[in-house]
């Protein structure tokens, strides 16, 4: 398993947006990938996020689903770039292209363009007991509804959000300038596993 | 005494950076400006500051200092767009032009050319008992320059720090946007009252 | 008109929840208060807001609506301890208790006990064309609440929100130690005077 | 290789400080560990940096210092309880109990006891070519020491800080309510490998 947080000048990029180091790597490990987990990344952009996800699961695979072919040609570039055989770049809008995949231990929602609550429905029907989702939310719009999204679905699902804010200090001369990025929100949802959740509650009963 | 708070793009700008209405607006509250207040603005800009601390002391002046002529016309443009008669513009840079300057109030100092601690020993020959000086800092070496200077004079100054980030949630179709603005910090240095300070002195031993 | 920016530690506080300096001076500034405004101070806590703002509208006056017995009573000591005779105190739960006030120039929401909505409404049909609402939101789910609120009704309102983070470094010792605020969302609604409005529309067409 | 991010709670705390999860994971991921790599964990406190590292290390070893001999008995007894064996605890108050440890590939500062400087010194006397030194910062002048140093040695570091500041959305009924950590300077400072070095220089001649 190779190392977490490459540099975003190591990807090539163009024109597509790409998640930041930080978030990345935050995110990826708030999905808890095994080495052999299977994983989707929704919106994948330049494949930022699949690149570094498929190295951490050289056992596993990861299914990159992105709906604009200019970022779906950095996808592939990137993979081919850090020499990855286990990204399979699907051209799709998801929903659409989410029904025929694997069942899998972690989902990546960056992109959901306006359809995240269809997105999580199918995703949910795919996720394996015990896996995650994690979705990067930058309007308050695609936050509230992965919130709400998850709330209603509290018997199956636990969350937590944190909103990260990183601040570079740019080395400019003698000073140190603070550049910020933009906020993302992380939202992490754990799906139960059906066991251990029995387990928890028997425990909660004898606390 | 009018309204704080002009919006950002009611200002000439050029290319001259501005200190952005949220950090303008508490860096002139921290001031505690009176109707009559004499107020210097050290690195005057756009003369944004200069321009709503002009409205705050319609009885009172505002001397912003600014080495660069392409700024100093802004400054001029600015104050007469707001009809503003008490803004004297000085085309030097500081600590140069201080000297010759009445005593004053409160003083802003946004930027400092590499000279903070020169402008800070110059103003603080001509700041008055109680008055206030409130540096804004997007580096860690002027804020650090500007705390030590402080802390070395705790005799006679007191101050508070605090970093303000900002993020503007950007309207777009139906989404509401994540926006960072760069951080700033915000010190804010108080000038001991010589009677006060006695008095304070007799209060903390009281206590 | 007196100055912006008590300390936070000039009010008398218990245990009610109060609006930071910070926060506050930007609400208060985001108003547009006028020396004559009638105001509105929804879920007024301490009556840090109400206290302020009285003072700015000397002429004017404050109506602070505050379900919590024990609040009331604070924003009654915090009215007498700065001797401010323009706020009255209303001990209600809004909606209730909004629609025998007079209209008034500018809201501020506060504390809204999961009423948003029908707190908006309430105020919407006191406020004078060209006034303005500003919401203080810690949560998610109350920032939704407005902003879906600003948005249906954008043929009267436009609205602009900013997230503000502050950050005290707190002098400990030879230090100065960074100490978090909890961000808040600061939500200001302009409620279009009509015929301002009209004319800005012409302008649209004219570009 | 197991992975990044153990809860907060999974770790045993005490009253000492502890470096909250995200910091945790960015602050380990920047020191890009290898599975034999040797690591220092200054001013360790409760080892939560140790622990994480430990297993990111399988076949190296992590040295964590720690002044604190109530800390010290917590580090102990979190890496028993995650069952690591590659952890030295040192009750030492660094820089001293550095001169006898191995050359090492990264190194963590976290508490510095006011000793950043002759810690950095010390710890640049171990560290290999390559190697990398990621120092956690809370205070201004912590931060400035810590750029200050690696300012001195240009010739043989390069570094990049990021201020990172975590707001945790709580759950609190129907509500997600925003509660801010303190923020973080995580400077992270790379060694420069000396073959690679110049082959840096000649590139950028060429370029």
């Known amino acids: 398993m190779e190392y977490l947080g490459i540099d975003d000048d190591e990807f090539i990029r163009g024109k597509v947006p790409m998640t930041k ?14 080495s052999d987990s299977l994983v989707y990344d929704i919106g994948a952009g330049t494949g930022a996020i699949s690149v570094e996800a498929a190295r951490l699961v050289p056992k596993g695979r990861v299914y990159a689903l992105e709906r604009n072919p200019e970022a779906v040609i950095l996808i592939r570039a990137n993979a081919a770039n850090f020499a990855l055989r286990n990204i399979t770049v699907i051209n799709e809008e998801a929903p659409t292209g989410i029904s025929i995949l694997p069942q899998c231990d972690a989902v990546f929602v960056g992109g959901s363009g306006g359809k995240l609550c269809p997105i999580l429905e199918a995703v949910d029907s795919k996720l394996k007991s015990g896996g995650r989702i994690v979705v990067n939310c930058i309007t ?28 570079h200090l740019q080395q400019i001369g003698p000073y ?32």
């Open 140 to 167: 308050v719009q695609s936050l509230m509804q992965a919130i709400e999204y998850f709330r209603a679905k509290d018997a199956e699902y636990s969350y937590e959000t944190i909103q990260v804010q990183v601040t």
């Open 21 to 34: 180091q930080e978030i990345r790597i935050l995110s990826l490990v708030k999905a808890r990938l095994s």
């Open 176 to 207: 140190d300038m603070a550049k910020a990025v933009n906020p993302v929100y992380i939202l992490t949802a754990k799906k139960w596993d059906k066991d251990q959740h029995g387990l928890a509650d028997m425990n909660e009963k004898a606390v």
